[in-house]
């Protein structure tokens, strides 16, 4: 009897402790996912071809892409990134390739821009609008220029946006 007290005085421990992501507020505990608002950025030539794409000539390397902030006395602070390939969910297919930014450290910050530099270009400043509850990007402007986001299918998966060359 001693042993069945003790699992369930436990477990109510452990059940007062945990306190769920979006659930009344609160920190995040081992029961609950980590979510981060994250930039999914296609970049796409005039005619539509995915310069993410290093099977296509022209496409940018990951060499080639640098994503960075830079504060007031001109330092920049490299910002981490990765390609992700198409993809599919079931059935539905996303043909393009990706930029993939997790943006964690705009969460805190009181400057949400980044700027995005390709091959030899002039850099574009990425300024994001981020949901009430910080987790998503509600709104994207590149150069100040609101940016397009995927309206496909994919789109009640992912919030993806593109920049046309």
Known sequence: MKKFLFVCAILFIANLGCKKNNIGGGGLCACSPI???E?????KSSTGADLLNDKIEGAYSKDEIKVFQKSADGTETPVNFSIR????YGEEKFNFSSL??????LRNSKDTKILLKL???KPYE???ALNEGMY????LLIDDKEAESDNGTVSKYLRIFYLTE
């Open 136 to 139: 998503d990007i509600n709104k």
């Open 100 to 105: 993939f930014v997790g943006l964690n450290f």
């Open 39 to 43: 930039l999914k950025l296609v970049i």
């Open 126 to 128: 990425l300024s994001f």
């Open 119 to 121: 091959g030899d270009s």
């Open 85 to 88: 390939p198409p993809f599919s």
């Open 35 to 37: 979510t981060e608002p």
